[in-house]
C-alpha cells in the first residue's frame, strides 16, 4: 500500500511569488491536513480538509490556502511568499475526521529567497 | 487551550541503556495522545497511540508509553536504546473534532556507543 506522497520534494521561490504543493493521500483516506515545521514554531497545523470541505483551519495568514480534489488528492497554496515562510511542509492523511492516527508524508522542503 | 510540553529539548544516552522522554499536555476532554518519531529530512512515524483503555500502550520499535491522567502525562520509554534510534521525537494530542494535532516542540535524541 503506497504512503502519502508530496510533490514536489524541494522547492526553492523568491520573495513574492507564489507556489503551490501537492498531496496524495493513502489510498481510501479521506482526510487530508497539513502542518507546516519550523525550527522556531515546530509543527503548526494549516488547515485539515475533508471530502472536500475545509473541516478546520489553523492560525495562518490569508496568503496560506488549500483545496481537497474528489479524489483526496489535495493542494496548498502560499501567495506573495515571504522569507518566513521558508519551511517543511507537511501533509498528513487519515482514514475519517475525528481523532484517529495520521500518517505523514515526507515533506516538501520550501525555501524563499 | 490545547497544548503540549516537552521540557527536554536534547538527551544523550549510551546505546544498550534505558530511555524516557517526557510529555505534559493540556487538554479540556478526554485527550488523544499520539507519540512520532522524524528523522532528518523525512516525515514523522507513528510510534504509538493511546485512545482510551490500558494506560500503558505498546509501540513499534520497542517503545512503550503510560498515561497518566493525574498528572496530565504521556511519557516515553524505552528499555534499551539503539543507535538508531537518533531521531528527534514528538509527543501530540489530537483534537476529537478532527485530523488536528497539537505537537509538543521535540525532543532530540543522540545516542553514543
Known amino acids: 500500500k503506497a504512503g502519502v506522497t508530496q510533490t514536489p520534494r524541494y522547492l526553492i521561490k523568491t520573495r513574492g511569488q507564489q507556489v503551490t504543493l501537492s498531496c496524495s493521500p493513502i489510498?481510501?483516506?479521506?482526510?487530508v491536513s497539513w502542518y507546516q515545521q519550523t525550527p522556531g514554531q515546530g509543527l503548526q497545523f494549516l488547515f485539515e480538509y475533508f471530502s472536500e470541505t475545509q473541516r478546520n483551519k489553523g492560525n495562518f495568514p490569508g496568503r496560506f490556502s488549500g483545496r481537497q480534489f474528489s479524489n483526496s488528492r489535495s493542494e496548498m497554496n502560499v501567495s506573495t511568499l515571504e522569507l518566513g515562510d521558508s519551511a517543511l511542509y507537511l501533509c498528513?492523511?487519515?482514514?475519517?475526521?475525528?481523532?484517529?492516527?495520521?500518517?505523514f508524508g515526507q515533506g516538501t522542503r520550501l525555501t524563499v529567497v | 487551550a490545547q497544548s503540549v510540553t516537552q521540557p527536554d529539548i536534547h538527551i544523550t544516552v549510551s546505546e544498550g541503556a534505558s530511555l524516557e522522554l517526557r510529555c505534559n499536555y493540556s487538554?479540556?476532554?478526554?485527550?488523544?495522545l499520539f507519540w512520532y518519531v522524524q528523522s532528518p529530512g523525512q516525515g514523522l512515524q507513528l510510534l504509538l497511540k493511546y485512545f482510551s483503555g490500558d494506560t500503558l500502550v505498546q509501540g513499534i520499535k520497542g517503545f512503550e508509553a503510560e498515561f497518566k491522567r493525574s498528572q496530565s502525562s504521556f511519557n516515553l520509554r524505552k528499555p534499551s536504546v539503539h543507535w538508531s534510534d537518533a531521531a528527534e521525537y514528538f509527543c501530540?494530542?489530537?483534537?476529537?473534532?478532527?485530523?488536528?494535532?497539537?505537537f509538543g516542540t521535540g525532543t532530540s535524541l543522540t545516542v553514543i556507543p
Open positions: 501530540a494530542v489530537g483534537a476529537d473534532t478532527g485530523n488536528q494535532f497539537y
Open positions: 487538554y479540556g476532554a478526554t485527550p488523544y
Open positions: 489510498s481510501g483516506h479521506r482526510s
Open positions: 498528513a492523511s487519515s482514514t475519517q475526521t475525528g481523532a484517529t492516527e495520521a500518517f
